[in-house]
């Protein structure tokens, strides 16, 4: 069964997201990123834009598939020709990803925003409801302590 956790209250929902890519694909992980289509453009430009100390080495899922190959982190806006290597699925949107049980793992980032926290909050009972135990990470109390 899928292990998903949320991590709830990033300040910045992308620095947040951009730093488990980081850490995901240091450890080895291939990680699905599952973004909005209007989003996809600012993730793809802001992990380039990242130090290089920082870097995540990703492509889009339209690259080629020598390039998708050596890629640690795909970035797509459907869930379309995803890759089978990738175990980790980093879900960006709004709604429950369709087929998000084949990953072993799932990652929610939910910043302080209403409706952000209101589409989270329908995705968090929509797993519960299937289910699913969720892993639940207080960004701020972390930051905090």
């Given amino acids: 069964m ?5 991590h709830f ?9 951009y730093r488990i890519l980081r850490k995901a694909s240091t450890s080895g992980h291939r990680v699905w990123v599952l973004t909005p289509p209007e989003l996809l453009a600012r993730v793809d430009a802001d992990l380039w834009g990242l130090s290089a100390t ?6 889009t899922a ?5 390039v998708r190959a050596r ?4 970035l797509s806006d459907s869930m379309l020709g995803r890759d089978a290597s990738a175990t980790v699925l980093l879900n960006l949107g709004d709604d429950v990803p369709e087929g998000f049980g084949s990953f072993a793992r799932l990652v929610e ?8 926290r ?5 995705r968090w009972k929509a797993y ?5 135990t969720i892993t639940r990470h207080d960004v701020a109390r972390r930051a905090n302590a």
């Fill in 9 to 17: 209250g990033a300040p910045d929902r992308l620095a947040y997201a």
């Fill in 71 to 74: 890629s640690a982190v795909v």
């Fill in 2 to 6: 899928t292990d998903i956790a949320f």
């Fill in 54 to 59: 920082d870097f995540v080495a990703h492509c």
């Fill in 62 to 66: 339209s690259a080629a598939p020598q």
């Fill in 118 to 122: 209101d589409s989270a909050r329908a």
């Fill in 128 to 132: 519960t409801a299937q289910g699913y």
């Fill in 109 to 116: 980032v939910v910043s302080h925003d209403g409706p952000d």
